[in-house]
């Protein structure tokens, strides 16, 4: 075997490769959690009109939508699910984000209040007192 004749050090260097692929998976993982948090607002219902409606699109930083749909089906986080899922999803968020959480409820004029009455009872069950109603401003 040959030994090495002058004892070179190389300086010493981090390699930058690891960091760069969680760099790049963090960019992808926040582009399609924004992506599937906007769908959820973009469902096309037909909303009520109220005369007091405000733009609060960006007042809260912690904000549970809850889509009430004609026929009376949830939807929330993406998909349909019924009470006992949404009232987990709503512990979940809540200790997530601590009390100052809110909840949306989307309800489409054609949804029955019934359908409605128990996704408040779901609020009240898992500790959030801040659900709003989306609503259209009364022209």
Same mark, same amino acid.
């Given at each position: 075997? @040959?030994?090495?004749?002058?004892?070179?050090?190389?300086?010493?260097?981090?390699?930058?490769?690891?960091?760069?692929?969680?760099?790049?998976?963090?960019?992808?993982?926040?582009?399609?959690?924004?992506?599937?948090?906007?769908?959820?607002?973009? %469902?096309?219902?037909?909303?009520?009109?109220?005369?007091?409606?405000?733009?609060?699109?960006?007042?809260?930083?912690?904000? %549970?939508?809850?889509?009430?749909?004609?026929?009376?089906?949830?939807?929330?986080?993406?998909?349909?699910?019924?009470?006992?899922?949404?009232?987990? %999803?709503? @512990?979940?968020?809540? @200790?997530?984000?601590?009390?100052?959480?809110?909840?949306?409820?989307?309800?489409?004029?054609?949804?029955?209040?019934?359908?409605?009455?128990?996704?408040?009872?779901?609020?009240?069950?898992?500790?959030?007192?801040?659900?709003?109603?989306?609503?259209?401003?009364?022209?």
């Amino acid at each position: 075997m @040959r030994t090495p004749t002058s004892q070179r050090r190389s300086a010493i260097a981090f390699n930058m490769t690891p960091m760069i692929d969680i760099s790049f998976l963090l960019i992808i993982f926040f582009i399609v959690s924004s992506h599937l948090a906007q769908q959820e607002v973009l %469902l096309e219902l037909d909303l009520p009109d109220a005369a007091s409606a405000a733009d609060g699109a960006h007042d809260v930083e912690r904000r %549970l939508v809850i889509n009430l749909l004609p026929d009376g089906s949830i939807m929330a986080a993406g998909r349909q699910v019924d009470l006992a899922q949404l009232e987990e %999803l709503i @512990r979940q968020e809540r @200790r997530r984000a601590g009390p100052d959480v809110e909840v949306r409820i989307r309800g489409d004029r054609a949804a029955p209040y019934a359908r409605a009455a128990p996704i408040l009872v779901a609020c009240t069950k898992a500790g959030v007192w801040q659900v709003t109603f989306a609503v259209r401003p009364r022209e």
